[in-house]
């Protein structure tokens, strides 16, 4: 049984790493020369946030303790207003977990190490996949060395939102994709270290929110920050000389200009990326060929549980294979049985938490409810748990999340409705003894 897996970025690189433990012969195939002896594509990288549903999948191959030695935990937001005082906003009731902040590129080489070193995994780069009969599990690579055709007993697609094999099973009449780009865009700035010393505080997830726009930036462990801007799409354009940005910024992001001595170039020469939500039916053709992560279902990034999602994705993959006694055949419609609904839940949460951090986060309103909902948390300890702490220190199924957030809100809005209640009939009752 010969495993093919196109894709060997966070996804790939992990499963192939769950796949060897189980002593299956697994190639690795990736279009890129090999990331740990190049250069990173320049403003690509949106800092990722591992937090509890990444770092049990890392947990299950002993990979935690390596890949998160220099990872940053965060344990809240902090706020920057326009004007005024900084406002830092827990992310737990305890105010002591944290999500933690890591590169990309780090994370995606210590996982391609550790699959170079499990048995029977073999990495190929440069190989742009252009061809695949997915009944057949035949592959055609475009290579260096010319066209080249491989086959494999399953192929499984880890290749991310723009994947060449869901395009390949698109193209084939075995799936169908619809991708819902947001009207948005991003690009990268960055924040260097002043003085050898973190600019900002390195506890935090640090976010401008400006109504329709914002942007975030997180701690990276040679003290610098990475910062990513989330505009509405054609507004960068809006922006073309030194002069108009550096006024721009000073208006709108008044903070940032003394500590980004770089933010005209980056802005001028960074690309803009762009966001969406992938949607596919069916993840799987043939019992054999499959797709998984982000090239299944793709989501925004402002819950920070992309890569999240996607490790998940592994460890429910493996427990499929254990529960059919390894045959792929039934393990991949049970994967996506099991998963879809998870996958779809939190790219529902994660377009709610765009609006969320852009609109809401420096309302006096919207800070009182946090806190309220926290003080409720700690009241009723594992009876009422935010949302937030369920999805990001939790491994409880999204979809689960949903529902009981949305039966949490139904009770807390029922008992303050009982509880006003009580005091207006208490105060009529007061009022009418008064008489």
């Known amino acids: 049984m010969t495993v093919a897996i196109v894709g060997a970025g966070l996804t790939g690189s992990l499963l192939a790493c769950f796949l060897a433990r189980r002593g299956l012969p697994v190639t690795l195939y990736e279009r890129r020369p090999d990331p740990r002896t190049g250069q990173a594509e320049r403003g690509r990288s949106i800092n990722l946030a591992i937090s509890e549903r990444g770092l049990d999948a ?3 191959i002993g990979l935690d303790g390596e890949v998160m ?36 590129g780090a994370l995606n080489n210590a996982l391609l190490d550790a699959a170079e070193k499990a048995p029977g995994v073999e990495i190929v780069f440069e190989h742009k996949l252009v061809s695949l009969d997915s009944a057949a599990g035949v592959l055609g690579f475009e290579t260096p060395a010319g066209l080249v055709e491989l086959r494999a007993d399953v192929v499984l697609g880890a290749d991310g939102a723009g994947s060449a094999v869901r395009g390949q099973l698109v193209a084939d009449g075995s799936v169908v994709d619809d991708v819902d780009f947001l009207d948005y865009g991003y690009k ?70 003394p500590m980004a001595p770089s933010l005209v170039d980056d ?18 053709a043939h019992g054999r060929t ?65 609006v969320e951090m852009r609109d809401k986060v420096a ?24 949302r937030y702490e369920l999805v990001s220190f939790t491994t409880t199924p999204y979809a689960d999340v949903r529902r009981r957030v949305r039966r949490q809100h139904q009770a807390l809005g029922a008992a303050v409705a009982l509880g006003l209640g009580a005091v207006v009939a208490t105060t009529r009752a007061l009022t009418r003894r008064s008489r």
């Open 267 to 284: 802005y001028l020469n960074n690309p803009v990326g762009v966001l969406g939500t992938v949607h596919t039916h069916p993840w799987q």
């Open 58 to 60: 890392l947990r299950r």
């Open 290 to 354: 499959a797709l998984i992560g982000d090239a299944a279902h793709a989501i925004v990034p402002f819950y920070g549980q992309g890569a999240n999602c996607a490790f998940e994705d592994v460890v429910a993959l493996d427990r499929c294979l254990d529960d059919t006694g390894g045959s792929w055949a039934r393990a991949l419609p049970l994967f996506e049985a099991r998963r879809r609904d998870n996958t779809e839940a939190i790219a529902e949460m994660a377009l709610a938490n765009f």
């Open 69 to 104: 030695a220099d990872a940053l935990p965060m344990k809240g937001r902090m706020i920057h207003p326009v004007e005024g005082p900084l406002d830092f906003q827990a992310y737990s009731a305890s105010q002591d977990r944290a999500i933690n902040s890591i590169s990309r």
């Open 363 to 386: 309302s006096p309103v919207f800070r009182f409810g946090k806190q309220f909902e926290h003080a409720v948390e700690r009241l009723l300890p594992g009876r009422y748990v935010s």
């Open 188 to 257: 990268e700035l960055s924040i260097p270290a002043a003085d050898g010393k973190f600019a900002l505080d390195p506890g935090a997830l640090h976010i401008w929110p400006r109504g329709t726009s914002m942007m975030i930036a997180l701690p990276n462990p040679d003290r610098s920050f990475t910062c990513t801007l989330f505009w509405p799409a054609g507004s960068f354009d809006a922006l073309t000389t030194p002069l108009q940005i550096e006024r721009y910024f000073g208006e709108h992001y008044p903070d940032l200009l």
